[in-house]
């Protein structure tokens, strides 16, 4: 069924997702920095970005080189997902969250506050423990039309729920209602790569390998346009900390649970994988709420919101 056999192909693929996480963190940055210069210092921290904003986007060379270097950690994200189960390689990401906190503190010149660093250490650790625990019960099954069927289903729904509530609030959401959602559907994408490798490697490229690959078209652009809504109303460290929490957690539980990676884990393992899924959510909602930045764009929303009322 795989390509690759061996038990040091997933000390390769670990090393690719490290690679590929750091990369990420670097592109969060200048992604951020660009989404940050767009919108100006006096503008309003919460909501989405326009289409308009969006396009003279394509135009900075700190983005451009941004989306650059969030490419290339694509690029190693699969070619680690070639090599191991999804659930093994997919929270690795979260070393992106170490990078990009210290970046991002020396370049805006943040002082990260003891709660702050209280919550990254939950979302390593968390992170860390659940792929230590995954390492030891992940393994791959053939994968079938009825499990294909079910994860495009529960896409299908949930990007309904977040084209009706995002077309609804999207002026008025805030970074981590953003960050939740490119979450949970940069989740579905890793998934949804994962089905398409492991459907190549069965030999079975056909109509629903297809309609897998017309998804995760859909699912990135959309995550896409979720993710820089997220840089222009939050510090980029909050932007990866919820892609790289969020993102594995979801990917985890559909790996789990339909595509049936953790069949030999038992009751004390996905206890396990509870708590330290549970410290890693934390984490991250620590930071929503205390994070220097987060904090400071309070501040600045509360201004915006006097001048506008005087």
Same mark, same amino acid.
């Given at each position: 069924? #795989? ?5 040091? &192909?997933?000390?390769?693929?670990i ?6 996480? +750091?990369?990420l963190a *670097?592109g ?6 660009? +989404? ?5 210092? &006096?503008?309003?921290?919460n ?8 396009? $003279?986007?394509?135009? #900075? ?14 690029v ?6 070639s090599? %191991?189960?999804?659930i093994?390689?997919q ?8 990078v990009?906190?210290?970046?991002n503190? /020396? ?5 990260? &506050? ?20 995954a ?12 499990s294909?069927l079910?994860?495009?289903a529960?896409?299908t ?13 999207g ?11 490119a979450?949970? @559907?940069?989740?579905? +994408?890793a ?8 459907r ?12 897998c690959?017309?998804? @995760?078209?859909?699912? +990135?652009?959309?995550?896409g ?27 985890v ?7 049936g990676?953790? #069949?030999?884990? &038992?009751p004390?393992?996905f ?6 899924g549970?410290? %890693? *959510?934390?984490g991250?909602l620590?930071? $929503? ?12 929303a509360?201004?915006? $919101?006097?001048? /506008?009322?005087?």
């Amino acid at each position: 069924m #795989h390509m690759f056999t061996g038990f040091d &192909n997933r000390f390769l693929a670990i090393g690719l997702a490290l690679i590929g996480a +750091v990369a990420l963190a *670097i592109g969060a940055q200048f992604q951020n920095d660009a +989404v940050g210069e767009k919108q100006g210092k &006096n503008q309003k921290p919460n909501g989405s970005l326009s289409i308009k904003q969006l396009l $003279s986007l394509m135009k #900075h060379p700190r983005w451009i080189t941004g989306i650059l270097l969030t490419g290339v950690a694509v690029v190693f994200q699969i070619a680690s997902l070639s090599l %191991a189960p999804l659930i093994v390689v997919q929270p690795l990401g979260a070393i992106a969250l170490v990078v990009t906190s210290l970046l991002n503190a /020396r370049v805006s010149r943040t002082k990260l &506050n003891r709660i702050t660093m209280v919550a990254i250490a939950l979302c390593i650790l968390g992170v860390g423990g659940f792929v230590a625990a995954a390492s030891t019960v992940a393994k791959e099954t053939v994968l079938t039309d009825n499990s294909m069927l079910a994860v495009l289903a529960i896409l299908t729904v949930i990007l309904l729920i977040f084209v009706v509530v995002f077309a609804r609030r999207g002026k008025t959401a805030k970074a981590i209602q953003f960050i939740i959602g490119a979450g949970v @559907l940069y989740g579905f +994408v890793a998934t949804l790569t994962k089905m398409v490798i492991q459907r190549i490697y069965q030999g079975q490229f056909e109509w629903l390998t297809l309609i897998c690959l017309v998804m @995760l078209g859909v699912t +990135v652009a959309f995550g896409g346009w979720f993710v820089q809504s997220a840089y222009a109303s939050g510090p980029p460290d909050l932007v990866i900390a919820g892609l790289t929490v969020i993102d594995p957690m979801v990917a985890v539980v559909i790996a789990a649970t339909i595509l049936g990676e953790a #069949h030999l884990a &038992n009751p004390l393992t996905f206890l396990f994988f509870v708590i330290c899924g549970s410290a %890693a *959510i934390l984490g991250v909602l620590l930071l $929503s709420q205390f994070h220097p930045q987060v904090l400071l764009a309070k501040r600045k929303a509360a201004l915006w $919101s006097k001048r /506008r009322r005087a």
